[in-house]
């Protein structure tokens, strides 16, 4: 850590440098991170129910999209100012603390919202977030000239856009505006950094941001295990061929999952605005899809131990689309960015067609994780069989 951020008590907030070696996610962003998991474990398990019971289907995937934005962009707002602006004094760990009280609050509003449209647990969680996140940003327009125009420029959008959304609950309850209110929530950051002198906008630590977001990767797939584990308890109880190959097939769905987004790293690719915003948003994606993995591995489990409404058909078909998303939007933030070539640029593409022709033809989750762990080792062999350079210098 660096000497101005060794304060126990109140630091000015100015930018860290973003070429800070060996700079890692602190302890209070790993406790932060796993708050998280208490809200979207909350909202899986909301998605799961409705699942299992077919129950007002599209309202669910509609309810599970729209909170787990309200969850996520909190979190993504956070973890990009904590890489540019962290202090660690004791205002930063109060200002964070009160943010992880606003996501239990949200995590206790989830079941009125996703059962009863009733958002107002969530709303006062979400203000409860974004109070403390507002001041941030203004003490960085009272502590750095450099980056003042800015901070100023979050302070007001996120105000403006706060006071519509607890206006929205409160009066309204009007999805036409809860979408604007989305759509004007992602415009703020673009607006804010459209600075003509680009020197002016905030800096990121790339890599501190890439192990950031990929340490969240981790959480929600480790989240979504607790669904191979309810396997792995109902085919001790319930045992059938079927059941097991659920067990297995998601067991290595998941592990190949964590396999193929941890396979490149894109810090080198980050630099360019253009791309850290691709990349940034696109995440919402990946913790979106791969959250919905584990639901419908557990609604899967449910239908081959006679616990579900919803056919098998349904079932796995719906596991195919999530998986499918996932691969999709790891090819958006990996490997577009990278600027693959060739059938490389576009194998996790073809992997999700082939994930949802296998859904369809045969049914099976066992064969869905047969051709993830075929991928992954023709990427194996390829990395293997890549010429090295010079000592010190070979293939990743």
Request: charged residues 15%; hydrophobic residues 55%.
């Amino acid at each position: 850590m660096s000497e101005t951020s060794r304060s126990v008590l109140v630091n000015a907030i100015v930018a860290r440098s973003i070429d800070e070696s060996h700079r890692a996610a602190t302890p209070l962003e790993l406790f932060y991170d796993l708050i998280y998991v208490v809200a979207i474990a909350s909202l899986a398990a909301e998605l799961h129910h409705a699942l299992s019971a077919w129950h007002h289907v599209g309202h669910a995937i509609w309810m599970y999209l729209f909170i787990f934005f309200c969850i996520w962009w909190p979190w993504n707002s956070y973890t990009w100012f904590a890489s540019g602006f962290d202090t660690d004094d004791a205002q930063f760990r109060v200002a964070s603390f009160t943010q992880m009280v606003g996501v239990i609050i949200i995590a206790a509003g989830v079941k009125p919202a996703f059962v009863d449209n009733d958002f107002l647990i969530m709303m006062i969680g979400y203000v409860v977030m974004r109070v403390p996140y507002i001041l941030m940003w203004l003490k960085v327009a009272r502590d750095d000239a450099r980056s003042r125009p800015v901070a100023i420029r979050y302070a007001a959008g996120v105000f403006l856009v706060q006071a519509a959304w607890a206006l929205g609950v409160l009066y309204f309850q009007n999805w036409n505006l809860f979408i604007a209110l989305v759509l004007f929530e992602l415009l703020v950051p673009y607006l804010a950094e459209r600075s003509l002198d680009k020197g002016l906008n905030t800096r990121y630590h790339c890599g501190h941001i890439e192990e950031r977001l990929g340490l969240l990767t981790i959480i929600v797939l480790g989240e979504s295990m607790l669904a191979s584990a309810y396997a792995f308890e109902t085919i001790f109880a319930h045992y059938s061929p079927e059941l097991l190959m659920v067990v297995v097939g998601s067991t290595l769905v998941l592990f190949s999952m964590w396999w193929l987004y941890f396979d490149d790293r894109v810090e080198a690719e980050l630099g360019s605005e253009t791309k850290a915003f691709v990349w940034g948003y696109g995440h919402y994606f990946v913790f979106l899809f791969a959250t919905a993995v584990g639901a419908l591995i557990s609604v899967n489990v449910d239908v081959q131990s006679n616990h579900a409404e919803i056919s098998n058909h349904y079932a796995v078909t719906g596991l195919a689309l999530a998986i499918a998303g996932y691969l999709v939007s790891v090819w958006a933030v990996h490997d577009s960015l990278l600027a693959k070539s060739g059938l490389e640029a576009v194998e996790l593409p073809l992997l999700a067609v082939a994930v949802i022709a296998i859904a369809v033809l045969f049914e099976t989750v066992l064969l869905i994780g047969l051709a993830f762990v075929t991928l992954n080792a023709i990427r194996l062999v390829r990395k293997h069989r890549q010429p090295t350079g010079p000592i010190g210098e070979g293939a990743e």
